[in-house]
C-alpha cells in the first residue's frame, strides 16, 4: 500500500470465554477505500467491526486508525470508541422514533458541544447528501425503512469521521431498495471520499460495491481481493463456494495439455483442460467452474467441450439455470433468458481453460 492506511489491524484475536471469535486476523485499508468484511454468520466479521469501533475489546493484537494506536494489547492501550474519530451505521439503523429527523442528525453534534449555527448548517449539508431535507421536521417514527436508513447514514457523516464503519445496513430493506441503497451508498462513499469497512454476509452487495473484499471464514480470512479477483481466482473450495455460484469437479492434473493447459482427470474419467497461473499450485485436486462461464449448445471455445442432457430448467428472472446431466455428474449452468433449451433435451456444453480454477 503506497500511502499509509487509514485502517491497520495486525494479530486481531478476540475471545469469548474458550471461543475465538475472531483468531489472528490483519489487513489494512487506504484512505478513501471501501473495503468489505464478507462471510457466513459466525465467521467475525461483525466481532472485528466492533473492534475497530471499540464496542468490543480484544484479547491480542493492534488497531491503528489514522496512524494512530486505538488498541494495542502490547501496549496495554485502549481509546474510547467515542474518541477513535469512527461512526457506525447499525442494522438496526438505531433511529429514536421520538426525534424528528434533524434532530436524530443532530445529536452526534449536541453530544459534541458543535454550535447552533454550524450544526444547522452541517445538518442540512448531509440531509442534501442522502436527499432528505424535505424530511427534516418529520418525526422518525413516520419514515420508511429505507428513510431510516437514509437519516441513520446522514447522523453517521455529520460530524467528518475519519472511518465510517455498516454493519449489514441494509438487510432489513425488501431486494428492490436493497439493490437501490446500494447504489446511494457506494456514489456518497466515493463523494466524500471516506474510508469505510462494511460488513455484509451478501456476496451480490459485496462484489457490487467494494473497492476490495475480504472473505473470512471460522474466524479468519480466507481471501482478500478486489471483487473480480475474488470471484475469477479464488485460491480455496470456501470461497469459490460462497461467493457466487460454482461447479466443483473433483480429479487430478495428468500432465501438460495442448496450448499451455494442463490436463486435469474427472474421477469418471473426463479429461478437461485448466490454466493455472504461473507459478500456480498444480497438486489441485478440485477444479471450481462458474455456472455463467459455461457456454450451452453453440461450441465457442475449442477447448473443453463435452456432449449431456438438459435434466431440469429453472426461470430467475435475470437468467435461467439449467441442471445439464454430463459425463461427470451434474453442471448448473446459467444463461440469459433469451437461450432456452427443453428439459431432456441433447446439448453441448463448453468452456474456457482460463475458466477453470484448480484448487
Same mark, same amino acid.
Given at each position: 500500500?503506497?500511502?499509509?492506511?487509514?485502517?491497520?489491524?495486525?494479530?486481531?484475536?478476540?475471545?469469548?470465554?474458550?471461543?475465538?471469535?475472531?483468531?489472528?486476523?490483519?489487513?489494512?485499508?487506504?484512505?478513501?477505500?471501501?473495503?468489505?468484511?464478507?462471510?457466513?454468520?459466525?465467521?467475525?466479521? +461483525? +466481532?472485528?467491526?466492533?473492534?475497530?469501533?471499540?464496542?468490543? +475489546?480484544?484479547?491480542?493484537?493492534?488497531?491503528?486508525?489514522?496512524?494512530?494506536?486505538?488498541?494495542?494489547?502490547?501496549?496495554?492501550?485502549?481509546?474510547?470508541?467515542?474518541?477513535?474519530?469512527?461512526?457506525?451505521?447499525?442494522?438496526?439503523?438505531?433511529?429514536?422514533?421520538?426525534?424528528?429527523?434533524?434532530?436524530?442528525?443532530?445529536?452526534?453534534?449536541?453530544?459534541?458541544?458543535?454550535?447552533?449555527?454550524?450544526?444547522?448548517?452541517?445538518?442540512?449539508?448531509?440531509?442534501?447528501?442522502?436527499?432528505?431535507?424535505?424530511?427534516?421536521?418529520?418525526?422518525?417514527?413516520?419514515?420508511?425503512?429505507?428513510?431510516?436508513?437514509?437519516?441513520?447514514?446522514?447522523?453517521?457523516?455529520?460530524?467528518?469521521?475519519?472511518?465510517?464503519?455498516?454493519?449489514?445496513?441494509?438487510?432489513?430493506?425488501?431486494?428492490?431498495?436493497?439493490?437501490?441503497?446500494?447504489?446511494?451508498?457506494?456514489?456518497?462513499?466515493?463523494?466524500?471520499?471516506?474510508?469505510?469497512?462494511?460488513?455484509?454476509?451478501?456476496?451480490?452487495?459485496?462484489?457490487?460495491?467494494?473497492?476490495?473484499?475480504?472473505?473470512?471464514?471460522?474466524?479468519?480470512?480466507?481471501?482478500?481481493?478486489?471483487?473480480?479477483?475474488?470471484?475469477?481466482?479464488?485460491?480455496?473450495?470456501?470461497?469459490?463456494?460462497?461467493?457466487?455460484?460454482?461447479?466443483?469437479?473433483?480429479?487430478?492434473?495428468?500432465?501438460?495439455?495442448?496450448?499451455?493447459?494442463?490436463?486435469?482427470?474427472?474421477?469418471?474419467?473426463?479429461?478437461?483442460?485448466?490454466?493455472?497461473?504461473?507459478?500456480?499450485?498444480?497438486?489441485?485436486?478440485?477444479?471450481?467452474?462458474?455456472?455463467?462461464?459455461?457456454?450451452?449448445?453453440?461450441?465457442?471455445?475449442?477447448?473443453?467441450?463435452?456432449?449431456? +442432457?438438459?435434466?431440469?430448467?429453472?426461470?430467475?428472472?435475470?437468467?435461467?439455470?439449467?441442471?445439464?446431466?454430463?459425463?461427470?455428474?451434474?453442471?448448473?449452468?446459467?444463461?440469459?433468458?433469451?437461450?432456452?433449451?427443453?428439459?431432456?433435451?441433447?446439448?453441448?456444453?463448453?468452456?474456457?481453460?482460463?475458466?477453470?480454477?484448480?484448487?
Amino acid at each position: 500500500m503506497s500511502t499509509p492506511p487509514r485502517i491497520d489491524v495486525r494479530d486481531l484475536v478476540v475471545r469469548y470465554g474458550e471461543t475465538t471469535a475472531v483468531d489472528g486476523v490483519s489487513f489494512a485499508i487506504a484512505p478513501g477505500e471501501l473495503v468489505t468484511l464478507l462471510g457466513p454468520s459466525g465467521c467475525g466479521k +461483525t +466481532t472485528t467491526l466492533r473492534s475497530i469501533a471499540g464496542l468490543e +475489546t480484544p484479547s491480542d493484537g493492534s488497531i491503528k486508525i489514522s496512524g494512530r494506536t486505538v488498541y494495542s494489547r502490547h501496549e496495554r492501550w485502549n481509546v474510547p470508541s467515542e474518541k477513535r474519530g469512527v461512526s457506525m451505521v447499525f442494522q438496526s439503523y438505531a433511529i429514536w422514533p421520538h426525534m424528528t429527523v434533524f434532530e436524530n442528525v443532530a445529536y452526534g453534534l449536541r453530544v459534541r458541544k458543535v454550535p447552533a449555527a454550524e450544526i444547522a448548517n452541517n445538518v442540512a449539508r448531509v440531509l442534501d447528501m442522502v436527499q432528505m431535507r424535505g424530511f427534516a421536521d418529520r418525526p422518525s417514527s413516520k419514515l420508511s425503512g429505507g428513510q431510516q436508513q437514509r437519516v441513520a447514514v446522514a447522523r453517521a457523516i455529520a460530524f467528518s469521521p475519519n472511518v465510517l464503519l455498516f454493519d449489514e445496513p441494509l438487510s432489513n430493506l425488501d431486494a428492490k431498495l436493497r439493490a437501490e441503497m446500494r447504489v446511494e451508498l457506494r456514489e456518497l462513499q466515493r463523494r466524500l471520499d471516506i474510508t469505510s469497512l462494511y460488513v455484509t454476509h451478501d456476496q451480490e452487495e459485496a462484489l457490487a460495491i467494494s473497492d476490495r473484499v475480504i472473505v473470512m471464514n471460522g474466524g479468519k480470512i480466507e481471501q482478500i481481493g478486489s471483487p473480480e479477483a475474488i470471484y475469477n481466482r479464488p485460491v480455496s473450495r470456501f470461497v469459490a463456494d460462497f461467493v457466487g455460484s460454482a461447479n466443483m469437479i473433483a480429479g487430478q492434473v495428468r500432465g501438460p495439455g495442448p496450448d499451455g493447459t494442463l490436463l486435469f482427470e474427472t474421477n469418471s474419467g473426463i479429461s478437461i483442460e485448466v490454466i493455472v497461473p504461473a507459478n500456480g499450485d498444480t497438486s489441485g485436486t478440485v477444479v471450481a467452474l462458474r455456472s455463467s462461464y459455461i457456454q450451452i449448445g453453440r461450441v465457442s471455445e475449442s477447448h473443453n467441450a463435452v456432449s449431456g +442432457t438438459i435434466h431440469r430448467r429453472m426461470f430467475h428472472g435475470d437468467f435461467i439455470q439449467y441442471v445439464v446431466d454430463w459425463p461427470a455428474g451434474q453442471l448448473i449452468v446459467r444463461r440469459p433468458p433469451t437461450e432456452l433449451f427443453e428439459e431432456g433435451s441433447s446439448v453441448t456444453v463448453s468452456f474456457a481453460p482460463l475458466h477453470c480454477v484448480l484448487l
